[in-house]
C-alpha cells in the first residue's frame, strides 16, 4: 500500500514541478512584456498607452502567481523532506529513537497542518463568495444575478460590460465540485488550501513510512539509514559539482 501512495506521490510532485515553471514562466513573460509597453510609454506610442491601460490585470496576476509558487515549492519542499526542520536532537539520537521522534513529530506537523487547511479554507470560501458590483447586475426579476450568468441579450442592453469568457468558463467547472467563485482572484486563492491538503497527507504518509521502518527491525532501520546517507550525498554533491562549473567557467 505504502508503494501505490509513493508512486501516486511521485506522480503528483512530478506535476506540481511542471505547473511551476509554467507558473514561473508565464509570470516572466507577463512582467517583460509590461515593463517593455511601459518603457515604449515614454516616447508618447499611442497603442503603448492603451495597451498599458488595458493591462491592469498584470500586477494583480504577479501577485496570485507568486502566491502559487509559494505554496508549491512548500508542498515539493514536504516531498523532497527539505521543509523546515528542527533537527539538533535527531542528529545525536541513536537510530530507533530517532526514527520514533521523526514518526511523532510528523504526525503532529500533520495534525497542525490540518488545522492551517480549516482556517485557511474558511478564509477563502469568505473571499470566494463576496462578488463585487463590477461582476454583478439586476435581472429581469430585479434581482442581483453574477455577470457570467447573464445571457448575451442581458449583457446587450448594458454598456461596457462583457462577459470574461476565460473565468466564466473556471467557475462553471468550480460548480461542478461545488465550490463557488464570484472573482478570478477569489479563485486563485484555492491553491493554499489545496497545497495545505497535500502538505498534510505528504506528512501523513512520511510518519507512516517511519512507523514501517520502526517495525521493520534493524535491517530496516539500517536500510532507512543507508538510504539517508544516500539522499544525504546526492544533495552535497550538487553544490560541488555547481561550484566545479563556476570554476571552469573562470578559467576560460
Known sequence: MLDSLRRIDDRWAKFEGWL???????????????AGVRNLTRFDVGWANALLNDMDWADSLLRKGTMWLAFLGASLATYHRKHINIDMLLRIA???????????????????????????????????TERPVEYELLGTDGRSMHICDATPQQLHDVQDLSRPT???MSRWVLSWVAVPAETPGA????????M???????????????????????????KAEEEEKRLLLAQQAVPEALRSSIEDVRNL
Open 94 to 128: 541513536p537510530t530507533r529513537l530517532k526514527y520514533i521522534m521523526l514518526s511523532v513529530g510528523t504526525v503532529i506537523a500533520s495534525i497542525l497542518t490540518v488545522g492551517l487547511v480549516i482556517c485557511f479554507s474558511a478564509a477563502v470560501y469568505l473571499n470566494l
Open 187 to 194: 479563485a486563485f486563492q484555492l491553491i493554499v488550501p489545496l
Open 196 to 222: 495545505l491538503v497535500v502538505v498534510a497527507l505528504r506528512m501523513f504518509g512520511q510518519a507512516m513510512g517511519y512507523g514501517g521502518v520502526l517495525l521493520g527491525g534493524p535491517e530496516a532501520l539500517a
Open 166 to 168: 476565460i473565468f466564466c
Open 20 to 34: 511551476t515553471v509554467l507558473v514561473l514562466i508565464l509570470m516572466v513573460f507577463v512582467a517583460g512584456f509590461a
